[in-house]
């Protein structure tokens, strides 16, 4: 009685989905980020010391010039800002995972010499959302980056840490990118 019950439900869920949601096929995500590949006019506004209650930020302008790699399976984000706290340089290796039909996000400066830990999503209706674990000094934290406002000549990036499991997230980092036009 309790498989068909199952069974029941089971159908019921399935006929509540629209006809095409409900024999989809897993979307392939492996283009996603081929409305960034260029070069881009970037203004970053990063939180000088996230996750202390500091709401002080600093500015920077510069490029990020995006390749593809590996047949669009892959990017390199090249990032170069520069303001009045100094200058950030740094690398974005973006792979994206066709089991999984997720990208992970990796990123090194030129300052730290290693690659972060990896954050890992999707897009879903023109956005797209990465989580993963890192440490913040001591204190191990979760990553939240988020892709949004995406137009064929702009876009905007957007870092949020977590000291609290997801519960509460603090914006660190945003970037709003402006296409350079060629």
């Keep these: 009685m309790a498989l068909l019950r199952a069974c029941l439900l089971c159908c019921i869920a399935l006929l509540a989905l629209q006809p095409e949601e409900a024999f989809a096929q897993p979307r392939d995500g492996q283009r996603d980020f081929d409305f960034e590949i260029g070069s881009w006019k970037t203004h970053v506004k990063r939180r000088v010391k996230p996750l202390t209650g500091s709401d002080t930020w600093v500015e920077y302008e510069g490029t990020s010039i995006v390749r593809p790699l590996m047949g669009g399976n892959a990017n390199l984000v090249e990032l170069d800002v520069a ?41 879903r209706n023109g956005r797209g959302e990465f989580y993963g674990s890192d440490t913040l000094g001591p204190r191990s934290i979760l990553v939240r980056f988020v892709i949004s406002d995406i137009t064929p000549d702009g876009c905007r990036f957007e870092q949020s840490f977590s000291d609290d499991g997801g519960k509460t997230w603090e914006v660190n980092w945003i970037a709003t990118d402006k296409r350079i036009p060629r």
């Excluded at 066709?98 to 992970?104: I, L, N, Y």
């Design 83 to 123: 303001g009045p706290a100094g200058r950030i340089e740094g690398v974005a290796l973006r792979l994206y995972n066709a089991e999984a039909r997720q990208w992970s996000l990796n990123f090194a400066s030129r300052a730290g010499g290693t690659m972060t830990p990896p954050v890992v999503g999707e897009f």
